[in-house]
Structure formats: structure tokens, C-alpha cells
């Protein structure tokens, strides 16, 4: 039902005229002179019951041709339905078509499309229950991610999308350049391309984030990340959205409290502002989905060190694919059993070994281990990657010269720790992961309108 419509049945002055604008989901041919039509405008997850009676003009020669995907304007008398509890029909006095749908070729008929097929229509599957409650849930969430930081007296930071720096240091950067490069034989010259340099798209904007935390305080990016991993996961794009907020005179304790109250504040938004899209994905896509992240509200987080983590792996007499042994990386199957069966709640895991996180991670005591942190949520695994910073100067350069890095390379970055340094700390939430966690979708390139995964950029 078309969200204005639900303005005015709140107000109640039914018996309104009004025209509802909208795509055509099924129509049904009563015996008793006037059809149903099922009108759909995208603006919330119902749709709008239209009678049509079979002395509009057109009747005959239109109506009966409508088939779904066609789109209307109806215009006519807002009714209560003599059947329904609460729900209301509009009674059409003129229909004007906009545009016919073949019903011989339209793909989205009544019988159900798998969520892989409709990645084949990508131009289409927006008109699907499903990808539109996914679109106003990341709408919801994003608006929500907004009003949470600015509450807190965070700056929106906008930080740049092509770049020259490898944040995480694990080249998995798109290049962007200018140069033929099928023309080029042997070693490219990078002072011949665009920016003189060799530049790509960036994998994280955190290292712009802190330069402004440095100077601002607080600020947020959310933006669009980009990673060339050749992974084939369901909780991995090649093109992904990326909140991370950055702030200065903060340690760990202060950004692991920040993330808690963060995805708190979403999931509570997500709740109260889109009932009818989640009580769709607790009937059709994941049972219970309502109630868990209710729970979760309320939920005391898990705090445990790495070491801890590894300690109840290694006692847990779980078989896992991969071992676990101090060192590793934990695997999703690894995060998975500590918040769904060991603890049953997002688990926040901090201190890894340093050889398995980025350089500018603040170095411990104990040299072995660094200042990070992953929320690891039921479902999904890690669905945050955050840190505090290394601010001290020396160790920062004796970690970017151990990592076989360049310090030239990082002259900008160093310089924030020369000129009145201060601990800081932040954290990226990936923000396609949060919508798969609390939709209950099963795979990542679900809950982006057009998914980039290797080899799939078509749309
Ligand atoms: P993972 O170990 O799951 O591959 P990561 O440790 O490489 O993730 P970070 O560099 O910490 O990820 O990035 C911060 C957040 O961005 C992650 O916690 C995750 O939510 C999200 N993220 C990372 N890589 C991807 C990806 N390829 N697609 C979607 N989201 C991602
Ligand atoms: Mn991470």
C-alpha cells in the first residue's frame, strides 16, 4: 500500500479521491463484473488493492490486457474493504496506462525466481518483495548510521576513492590508470600515467579518516571500498560500502563501546522504522529474525582477547575445517562458534598477533600482539575490524620498516605522529554485512542493488 495512503488512513478520512501511481503485481478477474488488481509503488512492502469494475471505459480493451509489470495510474474512491480487518481498496473511476508488460517475456511472474537468477536481472529484481525491503532496510540503516554519529558530534568525512596507499597492505587494490597497458611491454613507467604514479581504488579510508580525527576530533566516512580478493564467499564483494569513524584522545575500551552502541542504535532504528519489510524477512527468509536482534538490544556484548579465543577453540572439541593454533587467522567457522554456541552473543575479540593485522595497529607491551579488535556477530562472523592507532612515532616507522614497506611512502602519515600526536582510535563496519545480519539473507550479493564479484560487473 502505497505509503501516503497510510498517512491518510491514519488520519481517517477515508472516502478520499485520490490517484495511486504504481507497477501492477497480479490481477484477478472476478465473475462479478470488476477485476482485482494488486498495485505496487515501491514506497513500503504492501501493496494497494484496486477494484476496477468492468464500466471503465477501457475495461475490455486495457484492463483485461494488464498484466503484471505494467504500470497505472488509478484514480478513484479510497474505501474500507468489507472483508478485511483494517485493510482499505481503492475503487477505480479511470485507469490510465503508462506502459504494458508481455506477459509471454516478463520474468517475474507469479512462480518464484531463485535470488542467483534474479542476479541475472538485476534491472528487474528491484521490483521483487524481497530486493525492495532490502533497498528501504539499507535506506533505514544508512539514514540511522547518519543520525548516530552526528548525535555524537561526529563530522561526515568524505575521503578520497582513488588513491596511491594500500591501507591494508594486502594488495588486493583495482588499478586505475590511464596508460594503454596492452601496449606496454615489460616494467610500466608510472611517472608516463595519470596521476604520475601508480594509483587504485581505494580499500579503506581510514588512514584520510585519522588525519582529520587528528584535526576535527571526531569524524565518519561512509563510502564505497574497493577489494581486487578473489574471494568467492557469501559475505564478500569486490565493491562494498564502508562506514568507519575515527577519533582522537580514544583508546580501544572507548571504540569497542562505540561499535556496541552503534549497531545497537541501528538495529533499534531498523526495528521501530521498518516493521512491515522485517516481519517479511522473519516470515520468508529467516525465522525468528525479529526476536534475535530484539535480544541483541539488550544483550551484554562478549569481551575476550585473542589468545582467549584461541584457547577455547582449541579446547572446544569442535571439528573445525581449519586447525586452530595461536597465530592463525581466525576463520568464519571459527568466529561463528564462539558467538552462536560458546557465548550465544556478539563476541568483541581484541589483541591479535600482530603478524596477521595491518601495520598501523598500536604495538602492546608485549610486542607480540596489537590493539585490535573484531565484532563478531551470530550468522555472519565478523561483521566489524577496528583498532587503536600506533601514535608513537618510533614504533610506527620500526612497523612499516619490519612489514618491508617504504617510509617515504607514509611521510604524511608519520608527520601526524610528529606534530602532536594523540591516541586514537576507530573502526570500519562493513555495511552490506550489517544489512545480510540483520536481514537474515544468506548471501552478500543479496543486499546490494548491483553486486560486483569477480567476474560479474554487467548492469
Ligand atoms: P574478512 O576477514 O571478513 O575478509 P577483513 O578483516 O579483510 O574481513 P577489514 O579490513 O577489517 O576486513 O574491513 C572492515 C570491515 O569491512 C569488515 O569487518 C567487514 O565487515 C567488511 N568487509 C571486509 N571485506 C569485505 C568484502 N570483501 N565484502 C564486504 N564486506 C567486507
Ligand atoms: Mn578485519
Redesign the pocket.
Known amino acids: 500500500m502505497h505509503k501516503l495512503i497510510k498517512e491518510i488512513i491514519k488520519s481517517s478520512e477515508l472516502e478520499n479521491q485520490l490517484t495511486a501511481k504504481g507497477w501492477l503485481r497480479t490481477r484477478r478477474d472476478s465473475k462479478g463484473g470488476f477485476s482485482f488488481l494488486e498495485l505496487n509503488d515501491g514506497s513500503c512492502f504492501e501493496s494497494l488493492q484496486v477494484i476496477a469494475p468492468d464500466s471503465l471505459e477501457n475495461y475490455q480493451t486495457e484492463i483485461l490486457n494488464l498484466h503484471p509489470g505494467s504500470s497505472l495510474a488509478v484514480s478513484g474512491q479510497l474505501k474500507k474493504s468489507p472483508g478485511g480487518e483494517q485493510s482499505i481498496e481503492l475503487h477505480a473511476e479511470k485507469i490510465e496506462v503508462y506502459g504494458f508488460s508481455d506477459i509471454a517475456e516478463y520474468p517475474l511472474q507469479k512462480k518464484r525466481i531463485s535470488f542467483e537468477k534474479l542476479r541475472e536481472l538485476a534491472h528487474l529484481r528491484a521490483r521483487t518483495n524481497t530486493f525492495g525491503a532490502v533497498t528501504r532496510v539499507r535506506n533505514c540503516l544508512s539514514a540511522a548510521t547518519h543520525r548516530f554519529f552526528q548525535e555524537r558530534s561526529f563530522y561526515y568525512l568524505n575521503t578520497p576513492i582513488i588513491t596511491a596507499n594500500d591501507c ?1 597492505g ?1 594488495g588486493e587494490m583495482f588499478q586505475v590508470s590511464t596508460l594503454d597497458l596492452s601496449k606496454i611491454k615489460g616494467d610500466v613507467d608510472y611517472s608516463h600515467d595519470f596521476f604520475k604514479r601508480r594509483a587504485g581504488l581505494t ?2 579510508g581510514q588512514l584520510s579518516a585519522e588525519t582529520y580525527a587528528c584535526a576535527l576530533g571526531r569524524v565518519y566516512t561512509f563510502g564505497p ?1 574497493f ?1 581486487a ?1 578473489n ?1 568467492h ?1 557469501s ?6 560500502w ?1 562506514i ?1 569513524p575515527e577519533m582522537a584522545f580514544a583508546d580501544l575500551d572507548d571504540d569497542a563501546q562505540l561499535a556496541t552502541e552503534y549497531l545497537k542504535y541501528l538495529i533499534t532504528a531498523l526495528l521501530n522504522e521498518c516493521p512491515k519489510d522485517m516481519e517479511f524477512f522473519d516470515n520468508r527468509i529467516k525465522k525468528g529474525i525479529i526476536g534475535e536482534l530484539s535480544k541483541l538490544v539488550d544483550a551484554d556484548f562478549q569481551k575476550i582477547t585473542y589468545t582467549e579465543a584461541v584457547d577455547i577453540l582449541e579446547k572446544s572439541n569442535e571439528k573445525f575445517e581449519f586447525d586452530v593454533s595461536w597465530g592463525i ?1 581466525l576463520q ?1 567457522e571459527h568466529e561463528r562458534y564462539l558467538t552462536e554456541k560458546k557465548f550465544n552473543t556478539p563476541v568483541i575479540v581484541t589483541d591479535y598477533p600482530k603478524e596477521i593485522k ?1 601495520f598501523y595497529m598500536r604495538m602492546n607491551d608485549d610486542n607480540k600482539t596489537v590493539r585490535a579488535m ?2 563478531l556477530c551470530p550468522g555472519i ?6 583498532s587503536q592507532r600506533e601514535e608513537r612515532l618510533d614504533k610506527l616507522e620500526e612497523r612499516i620498516l619490519s612489514m618491508g614497506m617504504d617510509l617515504a611512502d607514509y611521510w604524511w602519515y608519520l608527520d601526524l605522529r610528529k606534530y602532536g600526536t594523540v591516541p586514537h582510535a576507530g ?8 544489512v545480510q545480519f540483520c536481514t537474515g539473507m544468506e548471501n ?1 550479493r543479496d543486499v546490494i542493488p548491483f553486486p560486483r564479484t569477480p567476474g560479474h560487473a554487467e548492469f
Do not use: K, P, Q, Y
Not at 235 to 240: G, I, K, P, Q, V
Not at 381 to 386: A, F, T
Open positions: 591494508e594486502a580499500v579503506s571500498t577489494r580478493e574471494s564467499t559475505r564478500h564483494l569486490s565493491e562494498f564502508m568507519e587467522d568464519s595491518a573484531d565484532v562472523g565478523e561483521i566489524i575490524g577496528g573502526f570500519g563496519l562493513g555495511f552490506e554485512r550489517m552478500i
